[in-house]
């Protein structure tokens, strides 16, 4: 199992915060570390980077460590602006940027920043034409593309990634599985129950063996906060902390983790979770961070991803 570190920074942070963090993460063994792209959290604005800025700079001051974006809406760029940044992001780090393309959802903050947010039907169209696009950019198909939103011209348009990875995440059952068997080398959900973690993979296997693809190309992730402690009284003091920050009761929170399958309990029981994924076909596992960078301690890092490991 591969482990990356998600974090948001539009809940706050400055850049040498998100460095900080990034470093930490390498020093600690994770894979990769994945960042949102979002201009504000919900209603509110804070100290807000942005996402291909900045990861510019971590390819520079990083050696290891993938750099994923988890994900860019369709919505913030042109497909040739996104492929032209990822291109150049690909050179910058040697190979180690990961790209990860989405929808969009956020109403707020389209309106706040007078971005257009079409109907979800427009915009799963326009990301399969935008993946479809990049896939021309990139050399991964022929002739140019011409669609009903987009069109690029048949020329060879350099740099060209050698062997840049497209992530492609998600909630939905059908279409964006089936998106992701066409296009993606990776493709991303949150934690789910294994009931809708198989509706979808059957939906991958199956579209992609119909195109004449190998299924186990699309690497598939899950994306997790993680509720755990050492032994059962930290794990009950993490989340009585939790509980109480969502104004729920510890047992409720605890009901509504389990449903999910959102990691939680001891160390000991959290990796029992992350193999029963494993099992299920999950490759790589996300640990996500809900707070702003500063309040990460990249102390806690190193223990909490040797706890999960087993």
Not at 113 to 133: K, N, Q, W
Not at 144 to 149: A, E, P, V
Not at 167 to 180: F, Q, R, V
Request: negative net charge.
């Amino acid at each position: 199992m591969e482990f990356g570190l998600m974090v948001e920074p539009q809940i706050g942070g400055s850049y040498n915060d998100l460095l900080e963090i990034t470093l930490a993460a390498e020093r600690a063994g994770f894979t990769s570390i994945a960042r949102s792209d979002h201009y504000m959290a919900g209603e509110e604005s804070k100290p807000t980077t942005d996402a291909m800025t900045t990861i510019a700079g971590l390819a520079r001051e990083t050696e290891t460590i993938a750099l994923t974006v988890l994900v860019t809406p369709l919505t913030f760029r042109h497909p040739a602006v996104i492929a032209k940044t990822a291109a150049t992001l690909d050179e910058m780090s040697e190979g180690r940027f990961e790209l990860g393309v989405g929808t969009g959802w956020m109403e707020s903050e389209h309106e706040a920043f007078g971005i257009r947010l079409p109907e979800l039907r427009t915009r799963f169209s326009l990301l399969f034409e935008t993946l479809a696009y990049i896939h021309s950019v990139f050399g991964r198909s022929e002739g140019g593309y011409s669609g009903r939103h987009f069109e690029l011209q048949d020329i060879e348009v350099l740099p060209r990634p050698t062997n840049l990875p497209i992530i492609i995440g998600g909630t939905g059952m059908k279409k964006t599985p089936s998106i992701a068997a066409r296009f993606a080398d990776e493709y991303n959900m949150f934690a789910c129950d294994a009931e809708a973690l198989a509706a979808r993979l059957n939906v991958v296997r199956e579209t992609a063996t119909d195109l004449d693809r190998d299924p186990a190309e699309v690497k598939v992730s899950i994306t997790s906060s993680a509720f755990v402690g050492a032994d059962e009284a930290e794990y009950r003091e993490v989340l009585g902390a939790a509980a109480a920050s969502r104004e729920k009761e510890p047992a409720e929170f605890e009901a509504a983790l389990e449903s999910r399958r959102i990691l939680h309990g001891t160390y000991e029981q959290a990796a029992e979770q992350i193999a029963q994924y494993g099992k299920e076909g999950v490759a790589r596992i996300y640990i996500q961070h809900f707070s702003s960078l500063a309040d990460i301690d990249s102390g806690d890092l190193e223990r909490q991803l040797k706890g999960l490991q087993g």
